[in-house]
T-cell receptor, first 112, second 114 residues
């Protein structure tokens, strides 16, 4: 079966622009996670959904970051008024309940 | 504070020998540990995991050891193969209040030399 997919794979934005990153989890996976990975670092947790409910958003760095999963499947991470420090790889992962998290290929965001 | 640490940013091993990657953690609430492997321009791929109630888990060439008293885990790869060259991340999960987010180390770049 298909794994986690993310789009776009690469995004270049001018500072101040809004961006939207999409994640298609593995079919049937209840849990969905977003992580941010800076260059040379490990992924850092941003937010977690169980179905359509956002149960943990403690890792979102500012109120410019917003995530949604309205129908409990596809999720979108939106970053408003992008800043240079937002440049990173954004990873989406999904899991069935409490099981192992499976990651997508990531979206590399570069803010100029 | 860095709750999960991989103190070796890189490791170089001869093909056929054993690779040992190390990871230390500070949070005693962690109940599950995972190793992920990452190739350039790809997402992390799950490799092997271990529950905090065990001290060893083996899957083919890969074995993970957990020493809870030392808050230390290690990944052994034997024999090492060129295709094992990648960045390896240690991750820990704290199952608190239904949340199951992973906390990752900084990664260790493993290079297998032919």
């Amino acid at each position: 079966g298909a794994g986690v997919s993310q789009s776009p794979r690469y995004k270049v934005a001018k500072r101040g622009q809004d961006v939207a990153l999409r994640c298609d989890p593995i079919s049937g996976h209840v849990s969905l996670f977003w992580y941010q990975q800076a260059l040379g670092q490990g992924p850092e947790f941003l937010t977690y959904f169980q179905n359509e409910a956002q149960l943990d958003k403690s890792g979102l760095p500012s109120d410019r970051f917003f995530a949604e999963r309205p129908e409990g499947s596809v999720s979108t991470l939106k970053i408003q008024r992008t800043q240079q420090e937002d440049s990173a790889v954004y990873l989406c992962a999904s899991s069935f309940g409490q099981d192992t998290q499976y990651f997508g290929p990531g979206t590399r965001l570069t803010v100029l | 504070d860095q709750q999960v640490k991989q103190n070796s940013p890189s490791l170089s091993v001869q093909e056929g020998r054993i690779s040992i990657l190390n990871c230390d953690y500070t949070n005693s609430m962690f109940d599950y540990f995972l190793w992920y492997k990452k190739y350039p321009a790809e997402g992390p791929t799950f490799l092997i995991s271990i529950s905090s109630i065990k001290d060893k888990n083996e899957d083919g060439r890969f074995t993970v050891f957990l020493n809870k008293s030392a808050k230390h885990l290690s990944l052994h790869i034997v024999p090492s193969q060129p295709g094992d060259s990648a960045v390896y991340f240690c991750a820990a999960r704290a199952h608190v209040g239904g949340a199951q987010k992973l906390v990752f180390g900084q990664g260790t770049r493993l290079t297998i030399n032919p």
